[in-house]
């Protein structure tokens, strides 16, 4: 019997390619870009772009005045509009394993940094932050 009277056949490769097609991803932190998608693209844009004087862009983290430290504390408890036009609302319902996939997903696959920011220095900026409110 050959593939094209067999339909189970079809199916299987099929599944074959979408396999290949979903696994086949340049993106090291995966978790971190679905938490991004999920929580922040609708401000700072998928591609991390951000908008003008309103949201910003988080795709050139090298020249940003934004100090790496300071990252899990905004993404935690927000930005005042100094700066910005629009206040930052903190995302409180992020774990610090969240907030650091957030973190390395955007130095790493958004601007290509290759740094690991591990958890450790994440809970450790959010416990300095939170001494400070």
Request: proline residues 3%; negative net charge.
């Amino acid at each position: 019997m050959n593939m094209i009277q067999n339909p189970k056949a079809y199916c299987l490769v099929f599944l074959f390619l979408v396999y290949c097609l979903t696994s086949c991803s340049d993106v090291k932190y995966s978790q971190g870009e679905a938490l991004y998608l999920a929580n922040c693209s609708s401000c700072h844009m998928p591609e991390a772009g951000g908008v003008a004087k309103l949201y910003p862009a988080l795709n050139d983290l090298r020249n940003s005045d934004v100090k790496l430290d300071a990252l899990p504390c905004i993404i935690r408890y927000g930005q005042n509009k100094d700066i910005y036009s629009l206040e930052m609302e903190g995302l409180k319902n992020l774990s610090s394993i969240e907030i650091n996939n957030i973190i390395n997903y955007l130095l790493n696959d958004i601007n290509g940094i290759e740094l690991e920011y591990s958890i450790d220095r994440t809970k450790g900026n959010l416990q300095n932050c939170k001494d400070t409110d």
